[in-house]
């Protein structure tokens, strides 16, 4: 049984192609993992899913950087994120917003599942298709979820791997506080820096 290590671009895991020594390439098999780049977005993501996962694997790490909802956390630091929300899944009644499973069509929220203890801060998630911009959708989404970051694929790696039955982690590591797009106002390197050294550890302790 294997490990499959699941990120949306190369460039979130860049110095991990590096230290394994990984060929170029979306779908990379080695002996104790393989490592999947999907692309960005929850589509993308379902996709290069549902062409890759099998039973081979008792494992799915997803790894990527975050948009944090609470200034309290300093950026860079990585979280384990335990549970995700498909945050815009569903229909808007007036100023009400009905959830798939409000609707009866499935469930919008899946969770973490892995027999591994992971020393890091716990959060909950949110997987948008379009990454929040303005105050008064900040508001909403605090009000209606409370969640602590926000991605493009989480709960989409959840999702896929409920339907197998393998268990996933979710590992993001926050590049910038959820607030009107400010790019002066991101730490992407160092956030990348801090994912893939937890993701070197990690992945290394496992082989």
């Not at 490990?3 to 230290?19: D, I, N």
């Not at 960005?40 to 290069?48: E, H, K, P």
């Not at 917003?97 to 469930?107: A, M, N, V």
Request: overall charge negative; some cysteine.
């Amino acid at each position: 049984m294997k490990t499959l290590v699941v990120a949306a671009t190369k460039a979130e895991l860049s110095f991990f192609y590096q230290h394994f020594n990984l060929p170029e390439g979306d779908f990379v098999e080695s002996k104790n993992f393989d490592l999947l780049i999907t692309g960005v977005g929850m589509v993308a993501t379902a996709f290069a899913l549902g062409r890759h996962l099998s039973h081979k694997y008792n494992l799915v790490v997803n790894f990527g950087i975050a948009g944090s909802f609470d200034r309290n956390i300093a950026l860079g630091t990585v979280l384990n994120i335990t549970e995700d929300t498909f945050a815009e899944l569903g229909a808007e009644n007036g100023d009400d917003f009905l959830t798939i499973t409000d609707l009866g069509f499935g469930d919008n929220h899946y969770t973490a599942r892995s027999q591994h203890k992971i020393d890091l801060p716990l959060a909950k998630g949110i997987t948008m298709n379009c990454v929040t911009g303005s105050e008064k959708s900040i508001k909403n989404l605090v009000k209606r979820l409370n969640p602590t970051t926000e991605s493009m694929e989480g709960a989409a790696v959840f999702y896929a791997c409920k339907q197998f039955h393998i268990d996933c982690l979710q590992i993001r590591s926050v590049s910038n506080y959820v607030e009107p797009r400010n790019k002066d106002n991101w730490k992407i390197g160092l956030s990348i820096k801090n994912l893939n050294d937890w993701a070197i550890a990690f992945i290394g302790e496992m082989n």
